[in-house]
């Protein structure tokens, strides 16, 4: 059974920021894997993603310049750099993996699996 494990969330406050770590076992050399998050009474959200074979990210406007996404293929980890983070990113953190070719559009009906997530709260 494919399986993913987040770690990394904590409370921070307005500014600060946290690194979201990924370990999956169904990573692939030349997937996609993505950072999904759902905020209390909202709909779950993609946040960025990443194409394993070359590194390529794809970001959501609402973190673009803030957020970074970050592979390693030697360990099947995925990371999420999170700056300046805002009230706003409150949410529970989701790694998951996508189907490749949707992997720029950031679509949550492409997940394939994803794990139980890993809870970030930002107060101002």
């Known amino acids: 059974q494919v399986q993913s494990v987040e770690s990394g969330g904590g409370s921070v406050q307005a500014g600060g920021s946290l690194r979201l770590s990924c370990a999956a076992s169904g990573y692939t050399a030349s997937g996609c894997m993505g950072w999904f998050r759902q905020a209390p009474g909202k709909e779950i959200q993609g946040v960025a993603a990443?194409?394993?074979?070359?590194?390529?990210?794809y970001y959501a406007d609402s973190v673009k310049g803030r957020f970074t996404i970050s592979r390693d293929s030697a360990k099947n980890t995925v990371s999420l750099q999170m700056n300046s983070l805002k009230p706003e990113d409150t949410a529970m953190y989701y790694c998951?993996?996508?189907?490749?070719?949707?992997?720029?559009?950031?679509?949550?009906?492409?997940?394939?699996?994803r794990g139980q997530g890993t809870q970030v709260t930002v107060s101002s």
């Open positions: 990443i194409y394993t074979a070359d590194g390529t990210p």
């Open positions: 998951a993996q996508v189907l490749s070719i949707y992997c720029a559009t950031l679509r949550v009906d492409k997940i394939r699996y």
